[in-house]
């Protein structure tokens, strides 16, 4: 690295002069601890950093949300402000605004901190700025702590101004601040200012409506100047009015209100309505050579103003900040440490911990909640919203146990390896997602997260004989409803309730007696690609539970279909002729009987029935064969790609207009074959009778299209699409409403028979699609040579028709069908050519050595969707599509391609970046980096969008891959067995001893010693393994390591086996976390 940015010993980046180099927009985690309330907040790196920050969404901002290009320009100016008035010289400073030579500064970037900090020689004064969220507290609050340093050789008298120009009042949303900030104005007050405690909110609700609602809940500011002795810090006179600090210039560019007079225990008139206030103080102190003067501001958010006293004796205490901190640090660690890592490489051992942070910031960290049934609960999960997003409506959820919303793509590959961390969750993942898939082989877009509900008297009186006090009454009815734990927990601390219990226990008490279900809904449209993802919660699982195969697929009949009140149209009511020709559009409705049918169900609304009105349960093998028949009859008019026939394409979002000009994706297709062979393969193992039962309307689906498969030759592509179209139709009308709840059973030889047909169709799909370059393509559109008029019109006008013949055109390369093709080749040799036709596409970078997301568009009509009115290199036009990247060097590493793979790892993978190239924290993932076909030659190689990337999730896949391999655990000879096989390079292995800390619980942490020639990491959450490699060899090749012996430590004891595996017993305990340490010792192998 080069001087400017820097990684230190703790892990954290550094950038120098940061204000002078290539912007960037970030954000602390908002993460409060399971018993806090989060906050969020966003910072780039110009002027004092946070950009923006609020509770729950931008409606409830507490510093105006800015998109990242407006902060930019508005942080300096609306962010915070630290003006410094020098008594003896008459002047007024404002720290972070001026940029010179004589003027250092830097930004440290931790994982649950920023800290900014400018030393200006020349007027001999150093600030120091740090932020963090409040941990562990029933109320939600962003600390800041201000430090100025004298750092001349007199005594300096001065007088600091710090704080926020501007803080919105709470109740003014996010589009009142946009398009109706002079008129909500008036709504806006400052209550309680006499107790220094300003409290900032609107008076009423501000709705044109004829209910109006007083406002109870506000914005807080707290700031005080920290006292040096154990007495209570000293509360500063809060400055709310604007027009006091920053009097003709509204601008907010300087403040000659404090240039002109005192503002330290001002005393003078402020006005409290009827503006947007301010949120600063001031105070004056003489400085002798090397003093500080320590200031630090709280700004939060209250549902009531009474609490303020409370809360204001809490926050003064004067060591009440320092244990928050140190609580913060704990509790990030605590969650980072899951992926604990020690290399021969400290920048991917900080960055692996960084990933693991963000991923479970998009998809959750999954805790298991309840005492014998455990019952997964994933907490700090968020849709990807930031400053560089914009367009996504985030939501952290201002409870205990909070959760927030997120898309299903997005919350499935983030939880992907999350039972490689906590293997308690067990099934849990597969089984939200399986619920999911529809009887028409969609899926609902949004995940709201978990809810729970007491349905039995006997359970809720249970329940109650674990508490007292008076809100007993409000708390029996609370669980009644549909309720979450931190919903539980935060009215247990605010009612002050008693239990016989800790709050923890007490949790998994309620949890235990409770039915859950997850909340999710319809959204928009239904993507192709969305249950691809599910096989790889599958195979995940059977990494860790192998003998559970036959369980997991055959014999747990508790599985679902989510019912929904969106159906695909059949094609003749979607397909119309327009001025540009044939086109799909409107492919989806919603059905108002299906809607009020769902919303007067009283629980589990989502869950269809049979005519009864009962649940209908089955099996996942049942539920995934409904998944492959409504796929199998979705192939294009080509017989290649599943067709993009319900409104959206798959992953690559940006091709939005595929759908309407007859799309079709073939990565579909290639994990249909995947499916496929995996159902094919488990039926034969699985030693079943010789029937499966399966739903009635199922039977006759598959009976038909077996039909189908037979009598229709392979190369009638276009009668296949249109008879599988009609059956898919017919059989999608008789499930939409509801099951008969009427089984039947299947012969074991016709679905394997029905497999293999469809395999063979599928392998063909597959073999169509590849280019004489090698590469596969991945989309195709389809233009309407003949049609048939109806004679019926949409609601706009345009005549309905029915296809009679397509010509197919194929679009240019996309890495993503690549990705998707290896993924089906089962030997080397084929994966190896592919991986030379990409290195030799245009899909390969040679600048950068990476791999860009598509080839050129240009020749493209716009139609297709917004990739193509992107620039080249941008966004997802040819740019590096990180997620898609790491997919890709994912499989090469699944492949075995290893020689491959770290060639790719060194050039592409983010903390091998230059980070002068790079443009932000090496440790942090981007959406995509800019890539050479973009004009901006002087940012090829920059990083955009920051870190809620899915390739958080490749990562940590291709770590876990890395450190003990595909399938640690085997059931071989009817006992369980564990066998790692990591494919690590000798330069990963450490050059010397390292004495590194693990975090065991928010409370516990152990130095732990690594030796030299090792790689440690943390498996299933709770085992320090520690690999000995003194020959320091790969662990992969000719001449590779291979594992000699295992030492175990447990329960304070430790014994050795000569062995290359654990069986039976031991691999139990090693599953089950009783195993400590697992020390391996490799040895070249012969």
Not at 315 to 330: A, G, T
Not at 945 to 970: C, V
């Amino acid at each position: 690295m080069k001087d400017v940015y820097s990684l230190n010993d703790q892990g954290q980046f550094i950038i120098k002069n940061y204000q002078k180099q290539k912007t960037f927009a970030s954000f602390l985690p908002g993460i409060a601890g399971k018993f806090g309330i989060p906050i969020w907040a966003f910072y780039v790196n110009r002027g004092q950093g946070i950009a923006s920050f609020g509770s729950r969404n931008k409606d409830n901002a507490i510093m105006e949300f800015y998109p990242a290009n407006k902060s930019y320009q508005n942080v300096a100016t609306k962010g915070f402000r630290t003006f410094i008035k020098l008594k003896d010289q008459n002047t007024v400073y404002e720290a972070f605004r001026n940029l010179n030579d004589k003027i250092e500064s830097k930004m440290t970037i931790d994982t649950q901190s920023l800290i900014i900090e400018e030393n200006n020689r020349e007027l001999g004064l150093k600030t120091t700025v740090s932020y963090y969220i409040l941990p562990n507290e029933d109320f939600g609050a962003l600390i800041r702590e201000v430090e100025v340093e004298n750092t001349s050789d007199q005594t300096r008298e001065l007088e600091i101004l710090d704080g926020m120009p501007i803080l919105i009042p709470f109740g003014i949303e996010n589009g009142a601040l946009k398009e109706i900030s002079q008129t909500i104005s008036a709504w806006a007050r400052v209550d309680s200012f006499a107790t220094k405690i300003p409290f900032y909110k609107l008076r009423a609700s501000a709705e044109d409506e004829a209910e109006v609602k007083q406002m109870t809940a506000g914005n807080f500011f707290i700031s005080f100047e920290k006292t040096a002795d154990s007495e209570a810090n000293s509360l500063l006179t809060p400055l709310v009015d604007p027009d006091v600090i920053f009097a003709e210039k509204t601008s907010l560019e300087t403040a000659p209100g404090f240039e002109r007079k005192e503002l330290a225990e001002y005393q003078g008139e402020q006005i409290l309505e009827n503006r947007f206030p301010s949120a600063m103080a001031a105070a004056k102190t003489k400085l002798k050579a090397g003093q500080k003067l320590e200031l630090a501001s709280v700004f939060g958010n209250l549902a009531d103003e009474d609490r303020l006293g409370e809360i204001k004796d809490k926050v003064l205490q004067p060591d009440y900040l320092e244990q928050k901190r140190n609580e913060s640090k704990k509790i990030h660690n605590y969650y980072a440490d899951h992926i604990f890592t020690v290399s021969g490489k400290q920048e991917l051992d900080a960055y692996s911990r960084q990933t693991f942070m963000d991923n479970l910031l998009r998809g959750g960290f999954p805790l298991s909640l309840g005492q014998e049934n455990k019952k997964t609960y994933h907490i700090f999960s968020r849709k990807h919203g930031d400053l560089e997003r914009d367009y996504n409506e985030f939501l952290l959820e201002p409870t205990y146990y909070s959760q927030g919303n997120g898309n299903f793509r997005d919350v499935n590959q983030n939880r992907r390896s999350d039972l490689y961390f906590n293997p308690e969750i067990k099934r849990d993942n597969l089984k939200l997602f399986a619920d999911l898939i529809q009887t028409d082989g969609y899926n609902p877009l949004i995940i709201e997260g978990s809810k729970f509900i007491l349905t039995e008297n006997t359970a809720i009186e249970k329940v109650m004989a674990e508490l007292s006090g008076k809100a007993e009454a409000e708390f029996r009815k609370l669980l009644t409803k549909p309720f979450t734990p931190g919903e539980i927990a935060l009215f247990i601390d605010s009612h002050n309730l008693e239990l016989k219990s800790s709050l923890t226990d007490f949790i998994d008490l309620v949890v235990e007696a409770a039915d859950s279900w997850t909340e999710a809904k319809f959204g928009e449209g239904y993507w192709i690609d969305h249950w691809t993802y599910n096989l790889d919660l599958i195979e995940n699982y059977l990494a860790v539970y192998p003998e559970k195969k036959k369980e997991l697929l055959f014999e747990a009949a508790d599985y679902t279909f989510y019912d929904s009140q969106v159906r695909v149209k059949p094609r003749r009511e979607k397909y119309f002729l327009t001025e540009n020709g044939v086109r799909q559009y409107n492919a989806v409705i919603t059905d108002e009987n299906k809607e009020q049918e769902i919303t007067e169900r009283s629980q589990f609304p989502y869950y269809l029935r049979t005519e009864k009105g009962e649940i209908y349960t089955t099996s996942l093998f049942n539920k995934l064969l409904t998944l492959v028949l409504n796929k199998a009859a979705s192939l294009d008019p080509c017989g290649m790609g599943i067709e993009m026939e319900a409104n959206k394409p798959g992953w690559y979002d940006a091709l939005n207009g595929l759908p309407g000009i007859f799309g079709s994706s073939i990565a579909e297709t290639m994990e249909l074959l995947r499916l496929v062979r995996f159902m094919s393969r488990a039926i034969s193992e699985a030693d079943l009778d010789s029937e499966i039962e399966l739903a009635a309307e199922i039977v006759d689906f598959l009976a038909e299209f077996d039909q189908l498969l037979t009598e229709v030759k392979s190369d009638q592509d276009f009668l296949y699409w249109q008879q599988a179209g009609q059956i898919k139709e017919e059989y999608r009308e008789q499930v939409f409403t509801d099951l008969t709840g009427r089984e039947a059973a299947v012969s074991i030889r016709k679905i394997e028979g029905f497999l293999n047909k469809l395999k063979a169709k599928l392998e063909r799909a597959v073999e169509l699609a590849q280019e004489e370059n090698g590469l596969y393509t991945m989309y195709c559109s389809y233009q309407v040579e003949e049609y048939e008029k109806l004679g019926q019109s949409s609601e706009n006008g345009l005549e309905k028709v029915a296809v009679k013949s397509f010509k197919q055109h194929r679009l240019p390369p996309f890495l993503e069908a690549q990705v998707r093709a290896m993924k089906i080749m089962e030997d080397e040799t084929r994966a190896r050519k592919l991986a030379q036709a990409v290195k030799d596409s245009e899909l390969y970078d040679q600048k950068l050595g990476m791999y860009r997301v598509n080839g050129d568009l240009s020749a493209e009509s716009y139609e297709i969707g917004r990739a193509r009115a992107f620039s080249p290199g941008w966004l997802e036009n040819g740019s590096i599509w990180l997620h898609m990247e790491y997919k890709y060097l994912l499989e090469l590493l699944k492949s075995g391609l290893y020689e491959e793979y770290y060639q790719a790892v060194n050039d592409a993978l983010v903390p091998f970046q230059d980070p002068e190239r790079y443009g932000r924290s090496i440790l942090e993932n981007s959406s995509f980096i800019l890539s050479s076909l973009n004009g901006d030659t002087k940012n090829h190689g920059r990083g955009y969008i920051a870190r809620l990337s899915g390739s958080t999730a490749e990562y940590i896949d291709m770590w876990s891959k890395m450190a003990f391999g595909r399938q640690p655990f085997k059931y071989q000879a009817g006992e369980l067995v564990y066998r790692p096989e990591p494919v690590l390079t000798a330069e990963l292995f450490t050059e010397e001893k390292r004495n590194e800390k693990l975090q065991l619980s928010q409370n516990k942490s152990v130095e732990v010693e690594i030796p030299a020639a090792a790689f440690a990491y943390r498996f299933l959450g709770s085992t320090l393994v520690v690999y000995h490699n003194p020959a320091r060899r790969n662990t992969f090749g000719e001449d590779k390591a291979v594992i000699s012996k295992f030492k175990l430590t447990a329960a304070g004891e430790e014994f050795e086996i000569e062995a290359a595996e654990l069986k039976g017993e031991l691999a139990q305990k090693l599953r089950n976390g009783e195993i400590e340490r697992l020390d391996i010792f490799l040895v070249p192998g012969t």
